[in-house]
């Protein structure tokens, strides 16, 4: 008898573990991945097969009499036995649900799912994404001999339109109205016949490979980028998810590499996946890969609908893909054989998942890598601190440099500008008065600008000059951003919107200062600079890029173009623009306040800081025009800053590792960070000190001295979407496993009915 491991789609703790099925004789299409209907107490649910195996193996005392069979399965299988594998080694280290971590292979909106009626009864909904089946109409044996009648009009019309091509049944409704009974009719006439095909969502045509395609050019690789691909391939050959850093400033060719390594594992008959930051998934970027691949190229990203992207994952498991290009989410899809996976940008704090199962992309990559006997790479201009470290003390990292710039052009010089002088000077505008003239220079001469902004909005906050008062969110503890456009007040964290009012709502003042600069501000100012300058006035576009401009599908293409297609313009956003933009024109880039993440209150926001700076002052001078970099900030003397302005990342780490070692922090430690939250502030911080308690005795049981819990104290944003919250930290010496010691703990609590609580082992940040 057969016998079927079932992980119910139910996510909660309690039901983490798989439940023993009989697959009857009736259904042989049972597969591990696929989504099968059960019983499962007084109710139906679905689940996903996770394993199959003959009732011998069960233990003696189980009376297989007793358990219930599979009702039906629901779907083709969506993962293999990898993928299990994967989802429980996520599941395990993150303390996350197996249902959760099992989820993450599955297609986007792709999934049936069981709904609560009405009435209260289970019901099983269908998915709501599947394929998309065209009709054709295509001409048939008789077409050419076939002469309709002369008052046949409709045939007529349809057999003149086909004479061009075949024509889908869609496009023939809309320009002859209904012409079901006209195609039968000539179906029955053999004049033509209807085909079914297959229509991929967000794709111009079908995926075939043409005759005609060229890949692009590859360039000739200098002596540095020759040498990190020879490393690439070199653990590619060794098959034992050996991790290569490729360490290259802005404009080194990282790419390139990636490119032509992609090409040997490919000629090898093998497959790569490629992550880029959600931010990076540029038109330029993913064109990159479509030129020198061509139709074997996948792409995931969120700006996509669930269409598109249900579209793609088919795509990839049909296995007529061989190159997967995406955010995190890309390394879930049902790619075979893998044999390189790339992570760009590896440093970006967006591949760590802000929801359960809170992962880290690059700690799954090289999991996978290891399962598949594959090689990770990892490219970065600004390597994070862990990359460093592991390079330094694990022997399967290597770390290759690429130092200059791939055409030999030097990296722009950075001037920082310190704001505080500028002020004491007299000087009142949020452009200091050198960047003022750069600006001048570099649109008269026709060239493009970049401004960077870390902050979206007209301006941070509105403050009473009378009593003190700022506008709150009511639901989170942080001021309202105000926007010009409509005059309102946002919360860009729950998404509350409220009018500004033109009186202070407590004094009745009418003095309401905005303070802070938000990108529409920026904008505004910008522009009546700009209207000042001699030759430039308003025939210079300002081009914005933020959250707010590019909501809307498409939009971030559509603003890209038209910076690229300006002769000369002005390329405003927030970090968005701050990497995979490659513009040959851009001469000046500025960065308005530098001090954004530098003054937040978390252990990372001076490798931020220098992050940031060093990655937009990137996009100045990549061709054959000098770049210039000028950077703004009120603290000029910050070590971060000082050590992005002359790219010296060794005088950053000698200022920031002994802070980080002394305090215990990353990479000298590991870190899980237990936050709760609930609408009674009592409630939860009373059930986080209970959890404390029990925690600090479970750790020093099971761990000793070695490790460190931290009491709890609030979030610094304490309150958010109408909850308080409050975090306890646990710190681990670096060689510790968290799941052996914490998972019995959350995995036997019982849930508090007003305070939830999550679980996020190495957190990237602790705000």
């Not at 502030?681 to 070695?706: C, I, N, P």
């Not at 304490?718 to 510790?736: Q, W």
Request: with cysteine; net charge neutral; charged share 25%.
């Amino acid at each position: 008898m057969n016998l079927a491991s079932v992980i119910l789609d139910i996510q909660t703790q309690a039901l983490d573990a798989p439940y023993t099925y009989v697959v009857p004789d009736d259904l042989p299409d049972v597969s591990v991945g696929c989504a099968v209907l059960v019983e499962f107490g007084h109710r139906r649910a679905v689940g996903f097969v996770v394993k199959l195996w003959e009732d011998e193996e069960l233990e003696s005392d189980v009376n297989v009499s007793k358990l219930n069979p599979l009702l039906r399965v629901v779907s083709s299988p969506y993962f293999d036995e990898q993928g299990v594998s994967c989802a429980q080694w996520i599941a395990e280290r993150y303390i996350a649900p197996l249902s959760a971590s099992i989820r993450l292979f599955t297609p986007p909106g792709g999934v049936p799912r069981m709904v609560r009626t009405a009435r209260g009864y289970w019901q099983l909904e269908e998915p709501t994404v599947g394929e998309v089946d065209d009709r054709w109409v295509v001409p048939g044996e008789n077409f050419n001999s076939f002469e309709p009648r002369k008052n046949a009009i409709k045939q007529t019309a349809v057999v003149a339109a086909l004479q061009s091509g075949e024509l889908r049944m869609a496009e023939l409704t809309t320009e002859f109205g209904s012409v079901s009974a006209t195609i039968k009719s000539l179906v029955d006439k053999g004049v033509v016949k209807v085909e079914h095909r297959r229509r991929l969502r967000g794709v111009p045509q079908q995926r075939e490979h043409h005759g005609n395609f060229v890949p692009s050019k590859k360039h000739i690789l200098n002596t540095n980028q020759t040498r990190a691909l020879e490393a690439i391939q070199t653990a590619c050959a060794k098959g034992n998810g050996e991790v290569v850093l490729v360490d290259g400033v802005t404009g080194s060719g990282k790419t390139e590499v990636y490119l032509q390594a992609i090409e040997a594992v490919l000629k090898a008959g093998r497959n790569a996946c490629v992550l880029v930051p959600e931010i990076s998934l540029t038109p330029q970027t993913v064109a990159r890969f479509r030129g020198r691949f061509g139709s074997v190229v996948a792409v995931m990203h969120s700006r996509m609908s669930q269409g598109e992207r249900y579209d793609q994952w088919d795509f990839i498991r049909s296995g007529h893909a061989r190159v997967v290009v995406g955010a995190r989410s890309a390394l879930f899809t049902p790619l075979r054989n893998i044999g390189l996976i790339v992570i760009d940008e590896e440093h970006e704090s967006s591949y760590k998942q802000d929801s359960a199962p809170r992962y880290h992309a690059r700690d799954v990559a090289e999991f996978i890598t290891q399962q598949h006997n594959a090689a990770l790479v990892l490219g970065s201009a600004t390597p994070s601190v862990e990359a460093l470290y592991a390079c330094a003390k694990n022997p399967k990292w290597t770390q290759v440099q690429l130092p200059t710039r791939a055409n030999g052009k030097p990296l722009p010089e950075i001037t920082v500008i310190d704001m505080a002088k500028e002020f004491n000077s007299g000087s009142r505008s949020m452009f200091s008065a050198k960047l003022k003239r750069a600006l001048g220079d570099e649109l008269r001469a026709g060239h493009k600008v970049v401004l960077l902004l870390n902050q979206r909005g007209f301006a941070k906050f509105l403050l009473c000059r009378d009593c003190g008062f700022v506008p709150e969110c009511p639901s989170c503890s942080t001021s309202l951003t105000y926007h010009e456009q409509g005059g309102m007040l946002v919360c860009h964290h729950c998404g509350h919107k409220e009018p500004a009012p033109r009186l202070c709502p407590k004094c009745g003042s009418p003095y309401l200062k905005k303070f802070g600069a938000g990108t529409q501000r920026v904008e505004a100012e910008l522009r009546g600079l700009l209207n000042q300058e001699p030759g430039v006035g308003e025939v210079v576009p300002i081009i914005r890029m933020d959250a707010d401009t590019t909501s809307k599908k498409g939009a971030h293409q559509r603003l890209l173009e038209e910076f690229a297609n300006a002769q000369a313009a002005v390329l405003l956003g927030t970090q968005m623009i701050a990497k995979g933009l490659d513009f040959e024109d851009v001469t000046l880039v500025g960065v308005i306040n530098a001090d954004t993440q530098l003054n937040l209150p978390d252990y990372r926001a001076a490798e931020r800081t220098f992050d940031l700076i060093e990655q937009v002052a990137g996009r100045a001078g990549r061709a054959n025009l000098p770049g210039r970099v000028m950077v703004q900030t009120y603290a000029a003397d910050a070590y971060a800053i000082q050590a992005a302005a002359s790219y010296n990342r060794a005088q950053f780490l000698r200022a920031e590792l002994p802070k980080r070692k002394l305090l215990g922090y990353p990479p000298y430690v590991r870190m899980a960070n237990i936050l709760l939250w609930g609408e009674d502030e009592a409630e939860v911080q009373t059930e986080a000190r209970a959890v404390y308690g029990a925690l600090k005795q479970v750790v020093f049981d099971q761990a000793g001295d070695s490790w460190q819990v931290l009491p709890p104290c609030p979030c610094v944003l304490e309150r958010l979407r109408g909850n308080y919250r409050y975090h306890l930290v646990i710190k681990a010496p670096l060689s510790s496993d968290f799941a052996p010691v914490l998972t019995p703990y959350f995995r036997t609590r019982k849930p508090h009915k007003q305070v939830n609580l999550a679980i996020d082992i190495d957190p990237n940040d602790l705000l």
